[in-house]
């Protein structure tokens, strides 16, 4: 336990096979722009935009306020989030969606 302390949760980008470690209470997109990792496009970092969408597909995680033109209630409830207000509490692994998984895709 006390490694994930120090170290973190893994979080695995689906398809383009990226990995990175998010700190404890660190927020999802903060810890891959901090390591300098690719994956998950930046936007406004602030929940309102909705270019950092994901899908999250395995794995435990909380989230703040995000704006509901971009992740509805539905969405939410299964699994998509903006990675900019989403919290890893377990290591993740997420897909990349909608317009960002085009800018993803054509970066590899």
């Known amino acids: 336990m006390l490694s994930y302390l120090q170290q973190g949760y893994t ?5 383009i096979e990226e990995k990175f470690v998010c700190r404890p209470q660190e927020l999802l997109l903060a810890g891959m722009v901090r390591l300098g990792k690719r994956g ?7 929940g309102g935009c909705g270019v950092c969408k994901v899908h999250v597909q395995q794995g435990e ?3 703040g306020k995000m704006s509901r033109a971009h992740v509805s209630e539905q969405e939410e409830q299964a699994g ?16 990349v969606i909608g317009q ?7 970066s590899i």
């Open 61 to 63: 995680y909380a989230t």
């Open 40 to 46: 998950i496009p930046v936007g406004c970092r602030s």
């Open 11 to 15: 979080i695995h980008i689906n398809e």
């Open 100 to 106: 960002m998984r085009k800018a993803t895709h054509a």
């Open 80 to 95: 998509y989030v903006l990675a900019c207000r989403c919290e890893p509490k377990s290591d993740l692994v997420i897909t």
